[in-house]
């Protein structure tokens, strides 16, 4: 920009300073229009990276906020990078990893059941904890997709929850009743991805 | 499950166990058939929320892996969760928040262009530290949407990068050249969004 601006650029100018204060003034009725604080109900799904990615982001903020954060991972077994990550967060996080994989790395059906149902039992005891503000209930998409845990009581468990408490499930093919009783849904579309190019997992990346 | 299972349940345990063994040879020969490792040009774009969650969430992953993580903060200028909790992780983390907030906070459209070109002067050296394996651009996205840096140049930037570096781009309306030149491109989809049901921003959550 030069020192001397033409009365081109000071209208342009002028003219960017007016559109902005309008819009300023919409976003700021937008913002007020809206007084409701509570713990959401949130769902990551889709066929897209960054499901679990942005749960653990989410993770990331409340601790930044001082919260404690509870996680429990349903069908992964695997140690990831923001496991390790978060461990530098002491007691603030509560990790369960009660998968023990993918359904077809056990190849045991009532071995996925049962570690579901002690994934679930975890998750309602880190629901009941006061000082939990934020439970990661990561892949539990999956686990009722293949109907290892009954769909109307972890409905209800979820909606009949503590007012400020708030939840963040993951994984594909979230399940219409419980995209009903959430409060946030985001679905991760995958425009293009890396695999179909023939780049592998890598580490930071996939885990 | 009863200690005698009936000879049903071991048929099906028995379908169960062919029929994963069976997608578990499919999903191998997957994994197998992909050997390319590289640093990737990753894109969240979208209505939806997640796309600089997940951003951050992927940050997180690399500090477990021991990386140095470099961010640059486009636009938005209010200090949030995550900014706080990865000042946990001392000098691994670099961060920049080159923003002043949204364009119609400041109205001035040289302050914003201006805030933007330090904000890539700043990403163009993280990107050349070669000690640091992911570079965040956050926003980015709005930046060159609104024409306040040159598309061509941070295209051709972005794409001569060294090979091995990952960097994340976040931000609504992703350009068609950006997302041509990506390795990983995310839409997140708002299937549902708290704010239509007069939910407020609050902390943990937005920021």
């Known amino acids: 920009m030069q020192d001397n601006m033409s009365e081109n650029d000071t209208d342009e100018a002028e003219r960017h300073r007016a559109k902005m204060a309008k819009r300023k003034a919409v976003q700021d009725a937008e913002v007020a229009s809206k007084t409701i604080a509570k713990g959401l109900l949130m769902i990551n799904t889709g066929p897209g990276k960054g499901k679990s990615t942005a ?50 790395e056990t190849q045991d059906k009532a071995r996925d059941i049962a570690a579901c149902q002690r994934a679930w039992g975890i998750a309602l005891g880190l629901m009941d904890d006061p000082t939990i503000g934020l439970v990661v209930l990561d ?69």
Chains 1, 2 share one sequence.
């Open 55 to 104: 749960a653990f982001g989410l993770a990331l903020r409340s601790l930044g906020h001082g919260w404690r954060v509870g996680v429990v991972q349903f069908i992964k077994g695997r140690a990831t990078g923001e496991q390790a990550a978060l461990e530098s967060f002491g007691d603030r996080v509560v990790w369960h990893t009660a998968g023990e994989g993918f359904t077809w």
């Open 139 to 207: 892949e539990l998409n999956i686990a009722l997709r293949y109907d290892y845990l009954p769909l109307d009581e972890v409905v209800a468990k979820l909606t009949s929850r503590r007012n400020d408490l708030h939840v963040i499930v993951t994984g594909r093919n979230a399940k219409p009743a419980l995209i009903e009783a959430a409060d946030l849904v985001t679905e991760m579309g995958a425009v293009k991805h890396h695999f179909s190019a023939g780049v592998k997992t890598q580490a930071g990346i996939e885990f």
